[in-house]
């Protein structure tokens, strides 16, 4: 059942709470190898449930535009003072509905439409909103976009700075959605002030790396930082952005009123939440779990035959390239699923195959290493996942089913938080 208990939703909406309660049970008997998923505490679920959803409070602690902000304000101020201590920022800004909403604010703080911006392309592991064509930012904005070698899936520097002193662009994005290598941030600072560029850390995938010590922190380098506050930071679905003294005042005008009304105060609890239990020496310890389980996992996908971009992994994420194996992303992905393996199909770095069914598998390690799996697990995990693969180029739907029995068996023993058994 889930936890907390739901019983005033089973009495109101009892669809509503059959749903939750199966997606609790669903996420209780997967391993859930999404890289940009997790488990959040009980205590950041119970922030994000509070009465706190029922105020108003557009604008910022000492100068809101509604009253009854006696708690909200320093509510706020908690969060921003955890995060800048965290990050070592001067400047934070904890209102952002999410991560898109945080980039698009660097645009307005920082360009105006048809300024350059430069990115990684999507199809190489960026993000949307970096410029990609899809994207208001690759409409409104000119694209100046980057991506990796084909020889060695790692992004050629050189090749950055030449592109960024020819095309000058206003901004800078380093960071994406599906790099499994270091970020080199001193690099990218360089080329900024070379080219007269912002530089921007999008750091949405591996903020809970760099809280926890395990990657590399941009602080210092990068002129704005935005990250998403889940994913490997393991709190609610909300996003920060974070800056030098001398960016504040244009990041938060950009915010509100630029962008957004009044923020989600119960996301700005639960975000401060999470951001304490970021501060903690086991979280460290998670961080440095989450990188370890992803190399063993890595070295048991390659022994099996895989061909993993850029050779394997430096943080939580694996890129895999299922082309050997003659089968696509897509159908790999829905046979894993069923499995009881829960990952998404990606585009890889040159692939000759549509967005929409792709090449390749995004696999990743925070949500199972929250629930206490370790390296000792992981050749295990990629022996499952070597065999429904291959079971799904054979039609073998016995094999899969018995996977997902054996997953169901492994985790009856790894608690998660928001799962309190059958009930």
């Known amino acids: 059942m889930h936890q907390p208990p739901i019983p005033h939703v089973a009495g109101t909406d009892p669809d509503i ?4 309660q199966a997606e609790s049970r669903r996420q209780f008997e997967k391993l859930r190898l999404i890289p940009s998923e997790n488990y959040v505490s009980v205590a950041v679920l119970e922030a994000s449930g509070s009465v706190l959803t029922n105020k108003y409070s557009e604008g910022y602690p000492g100068r809101r535009y509604y009253e009854g902000q ?100 206003k901004v800078i994005f380093c960071g994406g959605t599906a790099i499994p290598r270091t970020i080199d941030f001193p690099a990218f600072a360089q080329i900024a002030r070379e080219a007269g560029a912002i530089l921007v850390a999008d750091i949405a995938h591996i903020a809970g790396l760099i809280a926890g010590g395990a990657h590399p922190s941009p602080a210092g380098h990068a002129d704005v930082i935005t990250t998403t506050t889940h994913k490997t930071l393991r709190g609610p679905r909300g996003a920060m952005i974070m800056c030098t003294a001398e960016q504040a005042s244009a990041v938060d005008r950009a915010v509100f009123p630029g962008l957004q009304g009044g923020p989600h105060n119960h996301t700005t609890a639960a975000i401060a939440v999470a951001l304490h239990e970021a501060a903690q020496p086991s979280f460290r310890a998670y961080a440095r779990r989450i ?43 829905r046979a894993l699923d069923r499995a009881g393996i829960e990952v ?12 929409f069914d792709p090449s390749g598998l995004r696999i990743g390690t925070p949500a199972i290493t929250t629930r206490g799996l370790t390296e ?48």
Not at 120 to 132: D, F, I, K, Q
Request: charge should be negative.
């Open 17 to 20: 709470a059959a749903l939750i």
């Open 70 to 169: 006696q708690n909200i304000d320093p509510l706020e101020r908690l969060a921003i003072d955890r995060a800048r201590a965290l990050f070592g920022m001067d400047h934070v800004n904890v209102q952002p509905y999410s991560g898109s909403p945080a980039n698009l604010a660097v645009y307005l703080a920082f360009m105006h439409p048809g300024d350059a911006v430069m990115g990684m392309a999507l199809p190489m592991g960026g993000h949307l909103t970096h410029g990609w064509s899809a994207s208001v930012t690759g409409m409104w904005f000119r694209p100046v976009r980057y991506g990796v070698r084909a020889d060695t899936g790692r992004v050629d520097m050189d090749q950055v700075r030449d592109l960024a002193l020819l095309e000058r662009p």
């Open 291 to 333: 990188v370890a389980n992803a190399r063993a996992l890595a070295d048991g996908l390659l022994a099996r035959g895989y061909t993993l971009i850029s050779g394997g992994t430096d943080n939580h994420l694996i890129l895999m390239d299922l082309t050997a194996q003659g089968i696509a992303g897509k159908p790999a992905a």
């Open 344 to 355: 998404n199909y990606n585009t890889i770095p040159c692939d000759p195959r549509k967005p």
């Open 376 to 423: 000792r697990h992981m050749g295990q995990v990629a022996a499952w996942m070597d065999k429904a693969i291959m079971a799904a180029t054979k039609g073998d739907d016995e094999v899969i089913d018995a996977i997902a029995a054996q997953i169901r068996e492994l985790l009856a023993d790894f608690p998660m938080p928001g799962w309190g058994g059958p009930g």
